[in-house]
């Protein structure tokens, strides 16, 4: 038997997740704001790729950590920063969103320091009805923290508040082979089918958002 600690882990993740870092390389320019960095783990790898990153939270203990990995980090409130305008070309809000109340703010102090990008990810709740026709859900629904669930619509209407004008990715699909036993018969059938393009993944679990001035 396992115990709720042991399924449901809190505080940021240690480690980065690929498609993101992947994600931030492709859209951000060289100077980058980590808004909500937690331990630091993006700020240090983008820092790898030679972009020049500040990182900020509020929680004094993680801004700790982060500059434990050589990460230059400030406590402050991601809805009041203290940096001018169009500090940065790009900030990045890497699953912070659903965590705090009116989302917007965020976004919209976000907006306020970059002169070129807010990159964006939130769990996808786009497909939950869907899901939930066949007794599935996503993982992050059960998340306590969690008091923002976002369709790309939603997050598109977020951005629309803050300012901005965002395009809205579906990232990180969940493959239909990934609903049967590995490497089974049926698994094999569905990747060549998913392979062949006539059939789509089961769902997304993120949104991918590159959210820009909407004057620009």
């Not at 509020?58 to 920063?81: I, K, L, N, Y």
């Not at 629904?141 to 951005?159: K, Q």
Request: charged share 25%.
């Amino acid at each position: 038997m396992l115990d709720r600690d042991e399924i449901y882990t809190a505080g940021p993740s240690p480690v980065p997740s690929e498609p993101l870092v992947r994600f931030a390389l492709e859209h951000a320019g060289d100077e980058v704001v980590d808004l909500g960095c937690g331990f630091g783990s993006y700020s240090a790898r983008l820092q790898e790729a030679r972009k020049r990153v500040i990182g900020v939270d509020s929680d004094p203990a993680f801004v700790e950590e982060a500059r434990s990995r050589g990460v230059d980090a400030v406590v402050a409130d991601v809805r009041a920063t203290p940096f001018d305008d169009r500090s940065f070309d790009t900030a990045i809000l890497f699953e912070v969103l659903e965590h705090i109340p009116q989302p917007e703010s965020v976004l919209r102090e976000a907006l306020r320091i970059v002169r070129r990008n807010v990159l964006v990810s939130v769990p996808n709740f786009g497909e939950f009805g869907h899901l939930r026709n066949y007794g599935l859900t996503y993982w992050h629904v059960a998340v306590t923290d969690h008091v923002n669930f976002f369709t790309p619509e939603g997050l598109r209407n977020v951005a629309r508040s803050a300012g901005g004008a965002a395009d809205v990715i579906l990232s990180e699909p969940l493959e239909p082979f990934g609903l049967v036993p590995s490497r089974g018969p049926a698994w094999y059938v569905l990747a060549v089918l998913r392979r062949a393009g006539l059939i789509r993944p089961a769902a997304f679990f993120r949104l991918y958002a590159v959210v820009r001035h909407a004057d620009a």
